[in-house]
């Protein structure tokens, strides 16, 4: 008799060889989760390598998902089930296990020789290691095997079938339907039917052995979520990048034209990008990043829409071209898909530490505006959002992302196409009386003449130009009225785009401000402290530059301003200097997003101060 | 230009000239290919708001500003990104690349290269002078060894690049070189590059007068040219000097030069031939004026058909809408999984 108990809210983790197929297993669990209904946020981690050795815990791939009967926002801090295929996953999963936690183990894959790799003198499984956990070994690969007996296949063929049969022991354990994964693995391996048997095989078979064994005393199930209505896929932040771009190039009527150099996490959009080609998508893969962003340059000059992204170091290369945007006042959108640094750092894991290279990275007075997307869905309309605000105001945009952002997926809600905002161009026509640097009153911008044209022949460049005429100019007062234009310029983005709303109340003890991927932390952080009565209020930004005029208005009301961020406290410096307040950080930088807890008690320990009599 | 030796000449009053002031030093090798550039734009049947310069920095890259088309005056050395994404967005236009050997060869270097390679069909023109004009007298990637400039008082011990044959390494379709005291030559090879379809590069020798002046002195001198220039000429035996008596062929692979008598036939001297498919021939010809003895090539080295990349670019855009239809945004977002919540 099967012992149901009901949960809202559960985080899994799947781990790994990197050939064991764990991302394939996690996204089959997330699709079949969002199928079910719950609210769910995911968490790919890659090992760095290619092609790491098998065993070693430098090698572990690993997949977490939180999902839950109510709404949430990251992929969980505390792992209730680790599912360790080999010692390696075992080892490095510990650490987020939550006391108690459930353990599924390959037992096949605890060998001396892996037991070694992964650091352990004796086998975790004999010597009490593991308790304090719900510890559950099973034979997995020879399970599986067992199960593909009759298929045609060799051992060392079978054993790739093995994380379905994970697979299907935690879809016994949480009460979950196969057939969505089923359905999935036929019609991804129609054309090598014995493969698709085998996997559905062994799918079964590892929910059948958790059924017949009674393996776990108790399974779980986790109600529907409340969750908006309306068709819904799986987005991760570099998917969502690239179909912004080209829902804006649709919207605007105008080909986009992206030139990138392949740089781990952005490689992924060029990628995508240059598969759409049908869209009217024109993509380079340039020589090195300054080439890129120079061509894009070139483009949006010829009156294309110039894109291009990069990383952190590829950002550092393309600023001097940054500058000539800035200069030739063209529309262009620069997208940073932010990796932890300096240099070549830890390519593969998150940080948010280019703020200040983004905004002031550049040499003189180059102001540029720039939008963080704040969860993998949220890309889509940060990069909608760049391509109408770079084309509205003729200014470079950049886009922060970052890796925890690219490789991590979310639901999202289709939109409706006609309801996106509207992208209107107006280039300047054959005839007019056409001056390069003339400006629309309202926000600032020159007019975009395209190369073509008869009677608009003008020349771009990077030497300082004269107010009105565009001409070279050296004239010193013509030079400081225009460095103060195109300040302001940027300034006035900030009366076109939409401010966001503060979360909670709008004055009390601590308001906790953030930018880009911490929103989900921030939020459940934030959430959960109200939810204890706690005097906290949460103000995201969405535009880092320039800010948004309410900011002022709320850290004013606030006794203690907070500013988490996964860097030193960049985003803390911008708003120490502009409101002169004395915000703390809270700043962590273990190339991973911050954890809800830590920041919690952050918060806490400044709502406590009061009591210590600040 | 040196900066700020502000020099206004009258522009002459054609179609091209632009409004604005020539900043060049007096007696700068620039006039005289700004000169033929503006006689030559009208005759290659390019409307003039079709034509786009795009230069980098250096005197040279000041350029787009004399001519009254667009123009795009850069970073160092990035021009050609630029007009990569220019050629794609509008295959259309006619764009010219003007840059410097510093803009091109040392700080640009890895531009040129690929552009080349992709054959994209523009012109650029490199003023060579072999000096750092703009940032007063630096020796460059073409200095000859030994030479002594500001930053080699002791001589220079790099040596220079020969950018004919970087170029045509690079895939470069079109190769071509002239000097500016030749300005008849000059416009007959802006013209060539002009009407050429894939990625062409000719290189002008120009005289710095203020910090390199007479490095080309030997190939401009009446008493010395003759003997010291060799013009290829599509068909003809490799021939030169006063007479046309002197004459180029392979010994082995030794190149030598030989002096004909009045009646000699030329018969086995080698035939210039541009388009030849064997890249070796235009190499070999591109590094004779590098051996002591033996005259400079100019005129036409490679001039070869390719598709190019702008070509190619819309050839595949145009492919995947037929393959899959032009792009629809709520098929796109639909694409893959999906679940509908009631
Ligand atoms: C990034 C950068 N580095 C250096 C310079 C300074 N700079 C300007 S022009 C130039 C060299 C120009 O030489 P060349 O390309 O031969 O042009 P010329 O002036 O001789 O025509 C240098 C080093 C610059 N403008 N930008
Ligand atoms: S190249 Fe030499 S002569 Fe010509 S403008 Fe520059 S510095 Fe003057
Ligand atoms: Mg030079």
Redesign the pocket.
């Known amino acids: 008799m099967k012992n149901i108990q009901e949960v809202s809210r559960v985080t899994i983790r799947f781990a790994g060889d990197s050939g064991d197929g764990i991302q394939l297993t996690g996204n089959q669990f997330t699709r079949t989760t969002a199928i079910a209904l719950n609210d769910l946020s995911t968490l790919p981690d890659y090992p760095a390598e290619i092609r790491a050795p098998a065993g070693t815990l430098y090698g572990v791939s690993g997949f977490q998902i939180q999902f839950s009967s109510q709404n949430i926002h990251t992929p969980g801090d505390e792992v209730d089930v680790l599912v360790a295929m080999n010692p390696a996953a075992l080892q490095s999963g510990l650490k987020s296990l939550k006391k108690n936690g459930i353990i599924i183990i390959n037992g096949d894959a605890f060998t001396e020789r892996n037991l070694r790799m992964a650091n352990f003198s004796e086998n975790p499984l004999e010597n009490g290691f593991l308790a304090g956990y719900q510890v559950y070994p099973v034979d997995i690969t020879r399970l599986s095997r067992d199960a593909l007996e009759k298929i045609e296949l060799t051992h060392k063929e079978k054993d790739r079938c093995k994380n379905f049969f994970a697979l299907g022991m935690v879809y016994w354990l949480y009460n979950r339907s196969m057939d969505a994964t089923v359905e999935w693995i036929e019609r991804k391996f129609s054309r090598q039917p014995i493969w698709a048997e085998a996997n559905v095989l062994a799918l079964k078979a590892g929910r059948n052995y958790a059924e017949a064994t009674e393996l776990f005393a108790t399974s779980y199930r986790v109600p529907e979520a409340k969750i908006e209505p309306g068709i819904y896929r799986q987005i991760t932040g570099n998917e969502a990048l690239t179909f912004g771009l080209i829902a804006a190039a649709a919207k605007a009527r105008r080909n986009i034209f992206y030139g990138s150099y392949p740089i781990t996490p952005a490689s992924d959009v060029l990628q995508y990008m240059a598969s759409y080609k049908h869209f009217g998508i024109k993509t380079l893969q340039a020589e090195d990043e300054i080439a890129a962003i120079g061509a894009a340059i070139g483009a949006s000059f010829a009156g294309d829409i110039g894109v291009t992204a990069t990383s952190g170091p590829g950002l550092a290369l393309k600023s001097e071209f940054l500058g000539l945007a800035v200069m030739t006042e063209l529309p262009l959108v620069v997208m940073d898909i932010q990796r932890s640094g300096p240099s070549t750092g830890m390519p593969t894991k998150t940080e948010q530490a280019d703020l200040l290279q983004g905004l002031f990275g550049r040499s003189g007075e180059a102001p540029i505006p720039a939008i963080a997307a704040s969860s993998p869905a949220d890309c889509f309309y940060a990069a909608y959002e760049a391509v109408r605000v770079a084309i509205r105001f003729m200014v470079p945009v950049l886009v922060f992302s970052d890796a925890y952002l690219a490789n991590g997926a979310e639901p999202w809600k289709i939109p409706d196409t006609e309801g996106l905002p509207e992208i209107e161009i107006e280039f300047a026509k054959a005839g007019e009386d056409y001056a390069p640097y003339l400006r629309d009153p309202q926000t600032l911008a020159r007019r975009w003449a395209l190369p073509g044209t008869p009677g608009l022949e003008h020349r771009l460049g990077g030497l300082e130009k004269q107010d009105v005429t565009g001409n070279v100019s050296y004239d010193p007062d013509n030079h400081e009225k225009m460095v103060r234009l195109r300040a302001e310029k940027v300034q006035r983005v900030g009366e076109f785009v939409e401010e966001p709303e503060i979360y909670g109340d709008s004055r009390g003890e601590v308001l906790v401000v953030s930018w880009g991927s911490t929103y989900g932390t921030v939020l459940t952080a934030v959430e959960q402290l109200r939810k204890e009565g706690k005097s906290a209020s949460f103000y995201h930004l969405r535009w880092v530059n320039p800010l948004p005029k309410k900011l002022e208005t709320y850290i004013r009301r606030f006794r203690r301003v907070i500013v988490p961020e996964v860097n030193l406290g960049q985003l803390r410096r911008i708003i120490r200097s502009t409101y002169l307040v004395d915000a703390v950080g809270f700043n962590r930088m273990k190339g991973q997003p911050i954890s809800v807890s830590e920041l919690k008690q952050a918060i806490e320990a400044l709502l406590e101060e009061k009591n210590n009599g600040r | 230009?040196?900066d700020n030796?502000p020099v206004t000449t009258k522009s002459p009053k054609e179609d091209f000239a632009s409004d604005q002031d020539v900043r060049?030093?007096p007696?700068?090798?620039?006039y005289a290919i700004l000169a033929q550039m503006k006689k030559v734009l009208p005759e290659i049947g390019v409307p003039r708001e079709k034509v786009v310069f795009i230069s980098g920095i250096g005197?040279?890259s000041r350029f787009p500003y004399y001519i009254n088309s667009y123009g795009f005056h850069t970073i160092h050395g990035r021009a050609p990104a630029v007009a990569t994404g220019i050629k794609l967005a509008n295959p259309e236009l006619s764009v010219w690349i003007i840059t410097g050997d510093g803009d091109s060869l040392s700080i640009g270097g890895n531009h040129l290269i690929h552009l080349c390679r992709r054959n994209l069909d523009v012109n650029v023109i490199l003023f060579n002078?072999q000096?750092y004009?703009?940032t007063?007298g630096q020796y460059s990637p073409t200095s000859p060894l030994g030479k002594v400039t500001k930053t080699t008082p002791y001589g220079s011990i790099d040596r220079p690049f020969n950018p004919i044959s970087l170029v045509l390494s690079a895939g470069a379709t079109f190769v071509a070189r002239t000097i500016d005291r030749d300005t008849k030559h000059m416009a007959e090879i802006f013209k060539r590059a002009a009407a050429h379809k894939g990625c062409s590069f000719v290189e002008v020798y120009?005289n710095?007068?203020?910090?390199?002046d007479g490095a080309y002195r030997l190939l401009t001198e009446p008493e010395t040219k003759f003997d010291q220039v060799l013009y290829l000429e599509d068909g003809k035996p490799l021939i030169y000097g006063k007479e046309k008596n002197r004459g180029l062929r392979f010994n082995g692979f030794e190149t030598e030069a030989l002096e004909m008598n009045e009646s000699a036939e030329n018969k086995d001297l080698p035939v210039h031939r541009e388009n030849s498919e064997n890249e070796a021939y235009a190499q070999w010809l591109s590094r004779i004026g590098d051996v002591p003895g033996l005259p400079v090539p100019v005129g036409v080295f490679r001039a070869v058909q390719r598709p190019t990349y702008e070509q190619l670019s819309e050839q595949q855009l145009a492919g995947a809408i037929q393959k899959k239809g032009p792009g629809d945004l709520k098929q796109l977002f639909i694409s893959g999984d999906t679940w509908k919540v009631e």
């Open positions: 230009m040196a030796i060049w030093c007696g700068c090798g620039d005197c040279a002078n000096i004009g703009l007063k120009q710095c007068n203020i910090f390199n």
